[in-house]
């Protein structure tokens, strides 16, 4: 059956870490994940009757008007204190993706170095802000955070950045958003083809035989290594012998 108005679809590169923050706070209310359009630009349309659309391109509004759009399906924790918190690591999640975009369109080893150590410290700050988090209900903060960590685990398997060592809290979290169909349906693997695929040739990713040993030392200490693309594998039952 269709939808009555208002009717909601994002727009935008499929890829898009952006589009894919807000097509999951979509799949998280039923709404259908494809994408509508390849337009440059990411953005969110609410057609709130025939030919009256609303365009949304802040990332965080698209995740916010969406929350209010489904009052009974809250995704935002309900404890103001918490909620207030939670916006503010959108926020710095905004911040982690455009140094997600300057790591990728480096094109030498020292923007590259540059970039890399903005882009930690930044999920760094991101996993202490979670790390008092309890409980596995998906909130909007990890639907945004989600499609980054992903990347960054992708590049650190690719590349040996070491993006994500040490990074506890984001780990738990990125597996128990892994455990949510709709997560796992979008950052699968070809779409992690595909984020490879896409990356410049001339990036100085590509050329990184001496820094990645460098790098390796430099993290050596820590114990959490990468990130998971997945929740850990439940332990086999043992088979009933006959």
């Known amino acids: 059956m269709q939808r009555q108005f208002p009717r909601l679809r994002?727009?935008?590169?499929?890829d898009c870490a952006v589009a894919q923050g807000a097509r999951l706070a979509l799949a998280l209310r039923g709404w259908p994940t494809g994408a509508a359009g390849q337009a440059q630009a990411t953005r969110l349309l609410v057609e709130s009757?025939?030919?009256?659309?609303?365009?949304?391109e802040d990332p965080a509004a698209m995740i916010e008007l969406i929350e209010d759009l489904h009052p009974g399906h809250p995704l935002h924790p309900r404890d103001p204190a918490a909620r207030a918190r939670h916006r503010e690591l959108i926020a710095l999640v905004g911040a982690a993706r455009a140094e997600l975009g300057r790591v990728t369109a480096a094109r030498n080893l020292r923007d590259l170095d540059i970039a890399v150590f903005a882009l930690r410290e930044t999920l760094a700050r991101l996993d202490r802000g979670i790390a008092g988090e309890t409980g596995a209900a998906l909130t909007n903060l990890d639907l945004v955070l989600a499609p980054v960590l992903w990347r960054a685990a992708i590049l650190d398997r690719r590349f040996g950045l070491h993006l994500g060592d040490g990074l506890a809290?984001?780990?738990?979290r990125i597996a128990q958003a892994y455990g949510q169909p709709?997560?796992?349906?979008?950052?699968?693997r070809a779409a992690g083809r595909?984020?490879?695929?896409?990356?410049?040739?001339?990036?100085?990713l590509f050329d990184l035989a001496g820094a990645a040993a460098e790098w390796q030392r430099a993290f050596a200490d820590l114990r959490a290594r990468v990130l998971?693309?997945?929740p850990p594998a439940p332990p086999a039952r043992a088979g009933r012998r006959g």
């Not at 595909?194 to 100085?204: E, K, M, N, Q």
């Open 169 to 172: 809290a984001c780990r738990t």
């Open 228 to 230: 998971p693309f997945a």
């Open 194 to 204: 595909r984020f490879l695929d896409g990356l410049d040739p001339r990036a100085a």
């Open 49 to 56: 009757q025939p030919d009256v659309i609303l365009t949304i």
């Open 10 to 14: 994002v727009t935008g590169p499929l």
């Open 182 to 188: 709709p997560v796992r349906a979008m950052l699968d």
